[in-house]
């Protein structure tokens, strides 16, 4: 009851704003045969004032590139921008009085229909990254943010506004496709590499370096580096080692006079050669065992 009323409202607002704007143009065209009164005059610069404003928002609120919208309590568009426009493929006058169901996929306006509610209910504003299918068919990834308006007479609407962000999950996508692909790459070689941060904490231990050392990479990642030098050797290996911090490329070959030894999980020790290099992430290093 009180929505059909609030649409008499704005239909009756709606009819007297175009009968005042025809008012003018009335006035307009017979300025000169007209012996306005002061206060008359000054009703119609208000009048003028007030039609310019309102064109001037309307203005603003197409311009922005986001899609707009307002709903009120029966989840109906009652204001939308041109951007909300494009993304439903639907002229204003289409979108105006219908609700999502109308112009997207169930299952997405199901997803829509449980966010409103939630800010109806509540009064939280609520954000929520979703799906929705344009006007081209294209299935796009959104983030909706979702505000409630009451006005003086308690009616609730929905003020939303919807950031496309199809692009950006498509770059992060492509990203973790790259980083799992190198991933696998390091646990898969056949040279044992270790990476570690620049506090010497271990973040990468690779299947070939279990195989070298006996140990676990869960064992082993997220210790101090020490662990894999005796305690005899540990300062000399340490003081190599560090020399890598400011982008120095240190090899060091098989010689047991220069080599390094490490410590398998039983205690036994083997000269071996390493290759200290940074690593190019997170200021780590990494080692390849040969």
């Not at 007030?50 to 922005?64: P, Q, R």
Request: hydrophobic fraction near 35%; include cysteine; aromatic fraction near 10%.
């Amino acid at each position: 009851m009180k929505d059909s009323v609030l649409y008499q409202k704005f239909a009756k607002l709606r009819s007297t704003i175009e009968i005042l704007q025809e008012q003018l143009l009335i006035y307009s065209s017979f300025r000169d045969e007209i012996d306005a009164k002061e206060n008359s005059s000054g009703f119609t610069k208000s009048l003028e004032s007030s039609l310019d404003s309102k064109d001037y928002l309307a203005k603003i609120f197409n311009s922005i590139t986001d899609p707009i919208f307002v709903k009120d309590r029966m989840h109906r568009l009652i204001l939308v921008n041109d951007a909300e426009c494009k993304l439903a493929g639907r002229s204003r006058e289409d979108l105006l009085g219908r609700t999502d169901y109308d112009f997207f996929p169930k299952e997405q306006v199901d997803i829509f229909w449980k966010k409103d509610e939630e800010v109806f209910q509540t009064g939280n504003e609520n954000i929520n990254e979703e799906t929705i299918t344009d006007s081209s068919g294209v299935i796009r990834t959104i983030v909706t943010k979702k505000t409630l308006f009451t006005d003086q007479e308690d009616n609730k609407f929905i003020v939303g506004i919807v950031r496309d962000i199809t692009d950006r999950k498509q770059i992060e996508e492509s990203l973790r496709e790259t980083r799992n692909y190198l991933e696998n790459l390091l646990n898969y070689a056949n040279a044992p590499i270790i990476v570690w941060a620049p506090s010497f904490e271990i973040t990468r231990f690779n299947r070939a370096f279990e195989h070298l050392t006996g140990q676990k990479a869960e064992d082993v990642v997220g210790q101090k580096l020490d662990i894999l030098f005796p305690a005899e050797s540990r300062q000399e290996s340490f003081q190599k080692i560090e020399r890598t911090l400011g982008g120095e490329y240190l090899g060091v070959c098989g010689d047991p006079h220069c080599s390094q030894r490490r410590r398998y999980q039983n205690g036994a020790l083997e000269f071996s050669k390493y290759l200290f290099s940074r690593w190019p992430e997170a200021h780590s290093h990494h080692c390849p065992g040969h």
